[in-house]
């Protein structure tokens, strides 16, 4: 069966924008007391919603937020963002000059995801629509969103093709049955991530936009 649509995870696979948003976290963690390494955080809270990394902290770590700690982030994010987020390395060519069309679903905000492509100059060529967990019950790795996708584009999972950076998002695609490209171009993955990614179930696992056009085009998508 050809591909007919691509579903693309937004950051760290479109925007390299999780080491930026790692490197606010840690920021703001050290600000109030709890000094975490880079590598190991990336390793931990890969794709998870920043409420969910506040909860695991506070548990496992016995984090204390203050009660405006999320305002923080997001102004972080804000400042960080719009003076620092770059596309992930080779995504803008391969984004503009795929044959299908193609759509965002992201545990993001459908805001974040728009504001991210505005400034990577990539929202006038995204052909497709924009999928939020902010639109089902469960964020990844729940495979809600991409049901949810796949029920609103009308297509079948062996009609798609995913591409994702993280576990939480393989497991998500994974368990809507589609196949998925675990992708390894983003300035935050460490090294052992390519395996953790099979691990979870990618059915390719791919270092660069240029391998991951060179898979698209055998399958006729590029």
């Known amino acids: 069966m050809s591909i ?3 579903l693309f995870d937004n950051d760290g696979t479109i925007v390299d924008s999780e080491i ?5 976290m840690l920021k703001l963690l ?27 902290l506070q548990e496992e770590e016995g984090f204390k937020a203050p009660p405006d700690f999320s305002q923080q982030i997001q102004d972080e994010h804000n400042t960080g963002f719009h003076r620092s987020l770059r596309a992930v390395r080779g995504m803008p060519t391969l984004f503009r000059n795929l044959k299908v069309p193609k759509s965002m679903v992201s545990n993001g905000s459908i805001h974040h995801v728009e504001k991210c492509l505005r400034k990577v100059h990539l929202h006038r060529a995204l052909d497709g629509f924009i999928f939020s967990a902010e639109q089902v019950d469960n964020p990844k790795p729940s495979p809600d969103i991409y049901l949810f996708a796949l029920e609103k584009l009308g297509l079948s999972p062996g009609e798609t093709l995913v591409v994702e950076d993280s576990v939480t998002g393989v497991l998500a695609a994974k368990n809507a049955g589609i196949q998925t490209v675990g992708f390894l171009g983003a ?3 460490h090294d052992g991530h390519g395996q953790k990614l099979w691990e979870a179930g990618a059915d390719f696992v791919l270092p660069d936009a240029i391998s ?6 055998k399958k006729g998508a590029f």
């Open 20 to 24: 930026i948003a790692a490197r606010i």
């Open 212 to 217: 991951l056009a060179a898979l698209l085009k």
């Open 187 to 189: 300035a935050h993955i």
């Open 30 to 56: 050290a600000r109030h007391g709890l000094h975490l390494e880079e590598g190991a955080y990336n390793m931990r809270f890969p794709g998870l919603l920043t409420r969910d990394v506040i909860k695991a």
């Open 4 to 6: 007919k649509h691509i």
